[in-house]
């Protein structure tokens, strides 16, 4: 478990984290439904918790130059081929994956450099929701909509296509394979075994800029953990609250991260506010038991 003062040296450093986040990013992931911004939102967020110096314009403009590649090679082959949604993400898959050779991380998928959009472009490896993030910049690059999905455990980007007459998924982390429902249903049980979920359109929904900010924060909770890196844990868990303040989990994760610090109280606070807001919570009664056990203590 992390010592009280190692808390402290992220807490000392926090405010300005957050002010510096809620200014950069979160103003614009909260006030608009526009997800053509995500790239850059991410980067903001790799800056704030570990590239202080991040070149955000540069990297944006690295990117959107791929995108401009992109764009020559469809207007070559468009005097032959019609400029087809398919032949479009034929020509994006081939860019970024053969001739760029992006690829899907399994060797150390939960490594949060994997999170960190600017590793990724320099790196040229990573999860699925940063190789999301970079697919739907180089197609926002050639004026071709895409838009986040928030698959369960994988994500995705998809094309609506004109008069909203179907939509075309896209799997990045997979080398930009087209995925039908067949597919779909695949993946979703591959990640959830033996509990049959049935595969809805709820699941392939668009995601929000706020979603998916929050899921790249909620990785990099994961990974600092596991690393006992407590102090962007931290900073971490506070960008989530920053995005939505009621969040249950980041809610409940603050409190428990207050106990840790030796702010009984406040956590007593936080905790309560967690069953508040979600008293149906799976972990409800463990949250009871430390609100007691708080409890107990200060009666002694």
Request: no cysteine; aromatic share 8%; proline share 5%.
């Amino acid at each position: 478990m992390p010592a009280a003062k190692d808390l402290q040296v992220a807490a000392n450093n926090l405010d300005s984290l957050i002010s510096d986040w809620k200014s950069s990013a979160v103003k614009d992931i909260i006030s608009s439904d526009d997800t053509d911004r995500l790239a850059e939102h991410a980067l903001h967020l790799a800056r704030v918790l570990a590239y202080p110096g991040l070149d955000i314009a540069g990297t944006l403009a690295m990117i959107d130059s791929m995108g401009a590649e992109i764009e020559q090679i469809l207007k070559k082959s468009a005097a032959t081929i019609p400029r087809r949604p398919t032949q479009i993400i034929e020509k994006i898959n081939e860019y970024l994956f053969n001739i760029q050779k992006f690829k899907p991380n399994t060797d150390d998928y939960y490594n949060p450099l994997n999170s960190y959009l600017n590793v990724v472009i320099e790196r040229k490896t990573g999860i699925p929701i940063t190789l999301a993030i970079l697919y739907l910049r180089v197609a926002h690059a050639v004026n071709f909509r895409m838009y986040p999905v928030g698959f369960p455990s994988h994500f995705l980007v998809k094309h609506v296509l004109e008069d909203n007459s179907g939509e075309i998924i896209v799997d990045p982390f997979n080398g930009g394979r087209i995925m039908d429902d067949y597919s779909l249903k695949g993946l979703l049980d591959q990640t959830y075994p033996r509990q049959n979920i049935p595969l809805t359109h709820a699941l392939v929904e668009k995601a929000t800029s706020a979603q998916v900010m929050t899921r790249m924060l909620n990785n990099l909770k994961g990974s600092y953990y596991e690393a006992q890196d407590m102090d962007r844990y931290l900073i971490a868990n506070e960008m989530v609250l920053a995005i939505d303040q009621y969040n249950p989990d980041a809610i409940r994760d603050k409190g428990v991260l207050l106990l840790k610090s030796g702010d009984s109280q406040q956590a007593l606070t936080v905790l309560n506010m967690y069953l508040e807001i979600n008293p149906e919570a799976e972990d409800a009664d463990e949250i009871l038991d430390i609100i007691r056990q708080i409890r107990s203590g200060a009666r002694q």
